[in-house]
């Protein structure tokens, strides 16, 4: 049963997907959820996770013995000549083997190593941070992909309702003409329209053509029937609000402030390598001669304590280098604050403007079409040219144009404040993904376990099972 819960964490952690292939995204979330699954960029971040998570097995490592092995073979020869061999020059060979088992403990070193052991763990805390942070990006790539199609979507039925509408105007112009109730050039003026109207058309399928691969890259398919988001995510009300809820909880900050903690760490690391350290050392060796009977075995073990005299200021220099680096990640701290009030500030200055935008669109779409309608009547009854029709019909499409622009960033802007607060994530937004644990890889790796270990090839059979190893 252990087994089985491991190997469905770590299916999570991998974010592997079962089942049969994914039916075509239909709705915003089904976006960003296909997003989620298939980002290349969340999977590279996910391993990165993982290998800081590995730093925290190795720094627990160091304070465990650690036992080596050696072993040679050796031939010597040579000659001699002696009053004993009565000045005779005497070969001499002998082989021999040896083996030798070490073994070493730190005993003390200042801390060094249980500082090490924290600081991994702060790198592990703001990593996880990080990977938060990049599956905001991934889910707001999505909502962006999603809503560029349907702004390309909406443009081309716009364009090729213009074009329908111009080949009418063409056609009533042309019949006009024949009865020399218009000139030449109401008809060229239609003429130059429609071919306007066409060229603004294939421009709008080229538009479509780019965001359905850019929906494709993001996502991972080629969007079907995508339906319009019929909601918006719910936002705090003030600016003031939301800046306070995105300096509390953003991950960036909380990344960095795991930063600042880790540069504090490697000051006392750097202070701690200035300490003396005490190692607990034993050695056993074997040596047998292959061409005598001559063997020789042994051991010894002992306590050894040595610490730095002097380096010619190196470790000075390592102490002020890490203070340094620690008013540098304190100093990154608050850039990183300023920044997300600022891009919280911006975001909602954006969600202003897209609002106001389609209030002002809407009246400028009904006062257009009835002013379109009014003067193709007029036109009909002689009272107004060709060119008079067009232009209304030009704005009307202006309009419309402009209408669906600002719906399509009214939306972009809403996800985009809501990745400013740093809450753009599938926990926040309920969304039927498998929940990524960032936890589970460290809990299976934290104590370093060796491959001889249960827990080792343990681990190994997952790796091996996921395809990771």
Do not use: C
């Not at 891009?343 to 009904?366: C, D, F, M, W």
């Amino acid at each position: 049963m252990a087994k089985r819960k491991t190997m469905t964490s770590l299916a999570l952690i991998f974010g592997l997907a079962t089942g049969g292939t994914a039916a075509l995204a239909e709705t915003l979330a089904d976006a960003m959820i296909g997003a989620y699954k298939t980002s290349g960029l969340l999977e590279q971040n996910r391993a990165v996770l993982r290998a800081a998570d590995e730093d925290v097995a190795q720094a627990v490592a160091s304070l465990r013995p650690v036992f080596n092995w050696s072993a040679d073979a050796t031939r010597q020869f040579g000659t001699s000549r002696s009053a004993s061999t009565r000045n005779e020059i005497v070969p001499t060979v002998s082989n021999t083997i040896s083996g030798s088992l070490i073994g070493e403990l730190t005993l003390y070193d200042g801390g060094q190593n249980r500082l090490a052991i924290r600081t991994a763990k702060e790198a592990v805390l703001g990593t996880r941070q990080q990977l938060e942070s990049v599956e905001q990006q991934v889910l707001f790539s999505a909502v962006e992909a999603f809503m560029e199609v349907r702004r390309a979507l909406e443009n081309v039925a716009l364009r090729q309702n213009n074009v329908r509408l111009i080949t009418q105007q063409l056609r009533a112009a042309q019949e006009r003409f024949e009865v020399g109730e218009v000139t030449r050039t109401d008809t060229s003026l239609a003429e130059a329209r429609l071919a306007a109207a066409r060229s603004q058309l294939a421009a709008a399928q080229g538009a479509l053509t780019i965001a359905r691969e850019e929906y494709l890259a993001v996502v991972g398919r080629l969007p079907g029937d995508l339906q319009p988001p019929r909601t918006l995510p719910n936002l705090p009300n003030t600016i003031e609000t939301a800046k306070a809820i995105a300096v509390r909880l953003h991950p960036q900050i909380k990344s960095v402030q795991h930063q600042v903690a880790a540069a504090e760490l490697n000051i006392l690391r750097a202070e701690a390598a200035m300490k003396p350290s005490v190692r607990l050392a034993g050695r056993l060796t074997v040596t047998e001669g292959i061409d005598s009977e001559r063997f020789t075995r042994g051991g010894s073990i002992g306590v050894e304590a040595g610490g730095p005299i002097y380096q010619g200021g190196r470790l000075s220099s390592l102490v002020r280098q890490a203070m340094a680096n620690r008013d540098a990640a304190r100093g990154s701290l608050h850039q990183t604050i300023d920044q997300i009030a600022q891009n919280v500030g911006v975001a909602y200055s954006q969600l202003r403007i897209a609002r106001a935008s389609i209030e002002a669109t809407e009246k400028q779409v009904r006062a257009a079409t009835v002013a379109f309608r009014g003067i193709r009547e007029e036109a009909a009854l002689g009272a107004r040219t060709t060119l008079d029709v067009l232009d209304a019909e030009q704005e009307l499409l202006d309009a419309r144009s402009a209408r669906i622009s600002a719906q399509v960033d009214e939306t972009i802007a809403a996800y985009r404040v809501l990745q400013a607060l740093g809450q753009l994530t599938t926990e926040e937004l309920s969304l039927n993904v498998p929940q990524y644990d960032p936890a589970a890889y460290y809990n299976l790796v934290k104590d370093a376990p060796s491959h001889l270990s249960n827990e080792g090839k343990q681990l190994d059979r997952v790796l091996k099972a996921l395809g990771k190893d």
